[in-house]
Structure formats: structure tokens, C-alpha cells
């Protein structure tokens, strides 16, 4: 049976996520000759190659790819032990990660984030804001916990703890002429300057899974990648953007905006959802946030979908 130390896969893992020898020596303060030799004597226990070296930078064969996979997995299942060490002296210590897109954020830190650290204020807790295949990649290599994503395409290796119904809707301003109306077409927002976010998130993803239904096509006259920069837009006057209530919730309860139903069928059925990486055992700090999560976000108040 193959035998190889642990600790020299952190040198392969290092190098494969900063994208070069070099990059990983710089990182764990160390030269790129001793980042190299680890690997190469952890390639010859192994007996196979595990690197391959381009002008742009290492990439990983199938067995390195095997043993990244490990890696991650062991790091992920060291974290969850020291976090239930934690929780047997109270979650007094602790930490929780977490990555959502923009439009969960502030509604988290509002409202669970702000319970949570009333009740477990020794618990430290890490929010990062990506776009969906971001957030997906992170849960699913363990690098966070938990994720909170808009239209999600179906992985293996993501579990969805929780789903909330929450359609696409054109949001305007006040003032806009299209305040106050039901219901409108995609067809008829086309007469309107609008702004979308990019193709990385899941928002956009789905106005493109729209168009195509509807067999139109929406010509941005702005695109971004925060959501509010699109508000500013609306807000400004200029036209209208395409987004879930959830991430305007905030600007809707205030009287700013207004969010008019769009009569497309992708767009009806269209959810948020909190995930986790399959067969994960999330630490009991983490699953206690997401308790909170379920409690004190909006949509999640709402009928919802919970799996356990």
C-alpha cells in the first residue's frame, strides 16, 4: 500500500491555488527550491507525477487532482474537530465562514449576523461577497461553510439546506412610469434603458435563460458587478434593472424603489438557497449560524423548502 506524509501535500496545494512554485514559496515564506523538493519527494512516494508545469504556471494531473481533493477534505474535517472542541466550552470561541452574493449582505450582517453576535459574541464570523460560480466553487472546495446563492445550477457536490421562492422582478424608481403596474413583459422592458448585472452571477444567468424563452434579446445600456451600481442607475432616473426582491428588500421597505412582476415563467420560478458541500459535517458554530440564518432572513421566513 502507497504511504506518503501529510504535511507535503499542503506544498502542492499551495502551489496549484496561487498558481505557480514561485507564488507558493512567496506565501509560506520559504525559497521556490524547497517548495519544489517537497513535491518531488512526495511525487516519488506516490511513484506518479502530480504537477504539470506551463509557461502560465503549474496545473494538476488526475493524481494531483485526487490529492488536492484529499487535502481539502482533511483540512475541512480538522476544522470541524477544533470547531466541536469549541463548542464544548460554549461556542465562547470560534469561527464561522460564509460567502453570499451582494444582494444577501446586507440583509446578513442586519439581521443574523447581528443576533448571532449578540448571543455568541466570542465567535467570530467570515463573510465574503462573491458571484455565484464563485460562491459554488468556495463551499464545494471548502473554502467556506456555507453559501447563500441566486439560481444555482444543480452540483453533486452541493447539498441545499434551505430554499426560498423569490422571482426576478424589474425594479424601478418612484417616479419611474412603470411604478405601480401589476405585471410586465419581457418584451416591454426592451423599451426602457436598462442595466444588468455580469454573466458570473446567478441573476444574470437567469435573464439570459429568460431571453431566450421569450426569444428577445435585452441590450444593456450598463452592466457591472455590483448590484449597487445598478441602483444608483434606477435610482438616478436613468432606467430600469431586472433583480430578485431579496436583493432590494432594504431600498423596497424604505419607499425608494419599486419591483414590478416580469410574466416569464424561468423568472416565477426562480429561488434563493443556502448550501453546504455534501457530506460535510458543519461545525456547531456554523450550524447555530445557520439556524439564525433561517430565522432572521426574510425570504427565509416565508413557506420555504428545508432539507436536513
Known amino acids: 500500500m502507497l504511504v506518503f506524509h501529510d504535511s507535503r501535500a499542503r506544498y502542492l496545494y499551495e502551489s496549484v491555488t496561487t498558481g505557480s512554485v514561485r507564488h507558493a514559496a512567496e506565501k509560506l515564506g520559504i525559497v521556490p527550491s524547497a517548495v519544489s523538493r517537497q513535491i518531488a519527494l512526495l511525487e516519488e512516494e506516490l511513484g506518479m507525477s502530480l504537477l ?5 504556471g503549474v496545473v494538476p494531473t488526475a493524481a494531483g487532482q485526487l490529492l488536492l481533493e484529499y487535502y481539502r477534505q482533511h483540512q475541512a474535517h480538522q476544522h470541524d474537530m477544533l470547531a466541536k472542541l469549541e463548542a464544548l466550552r460554549g461556542l465562547h470561541t470560534g469561527t ?10 446586507q440583509e446578513l450582517v442586519e439581521g443574523p449576523l447581528h443576533l448571532f453576535r449578540q448571543q455568541y459574541p466570542g465567535v467570530s464570523v467570515s463573510l465574503e461577497v462573491y458571484g455565484t460560480n464563485e460562491i459554488m466553487r468556495r463551499v464545494r472546495e471548502d ?14 457536490m452541493i447539498t441545499v439546506r434551505a430554499s426560498a421562492h423569490q422571482p426576478m422582478h424589474a425594479i424601478v424608481g418612484t417616479q419611474h412610469p412603470l411604478a405601480g403596474q401589476r405585471q410586465i413583459t419581457l418584451q416591454a422592458l426592451t423599451e426602457w ?13 437567469l435573464v439570459e435563460y429568460a431571453e431566450q424563452t421569450d426569444k428577445i434579446r435585452l441590450s444593456p445600456v450598463l452592466t457591472s458587478n455590483l448590484i449597487s451600481v445598478l441602483l444608483h442607475f434606477v435610482c438616478s432616473g436613468q432606467g ?3 433583480l430578485p426582491k431579496c436583493a432590494v428588500a432594504t431600498e423596497l421597505a424604505r419607499g425608494q ?26 461545525s456547531p458554530a456554523a450550524n447555530r449560524f445557520l439556524e439564525f440564518c433561517l430565522q432572521g432572513m426574510s425570504a427565509f421566513r416565508q413557506p420555504l423548502s428545508l432539507q436536513t
Not at 504539470?52 to 502560465?56: F, G, I, K, V
Not at 464561522?96 to 449582505?105: K, M, P, R, T, W
Not at 412582476?261 to 423568472?267: E, I, L, M
Request: hydrophobic content about 45%; cysteine-free; charged content about 15%.
Open 96 to 105: 464561522v465562514s460564509i460567502v453570499s452574493g451582494e444582494g444577501f449582505a
Open 143 to 156: 473554502q467556506a461553510e456555507m453559501g447563500v446563492v441566486y439560481y444555482a445550477p444543480p452540483e453533486p
Open 240 to 242: 430600469v434593472s431586472l
Open 257 to 282: 424603489l419599486y419591483a414590478v412582476a416580469v410574466d416569464n415563467p424561468a423568472f416565477a420560478h426562480a429561488e434563493m438557497q443556502l448550501i453546504t458541500r455534501t457530506g460535510r459535517q458543519l
Open 193 to 205: 434603458p436598462i442595466a444588468l448585472l455580469q454573466g458570473v452571477y446567478g441573476i444574470r444567468q
Open 52 to 56: 504539470e508545469r506551463h509557461r502560465s
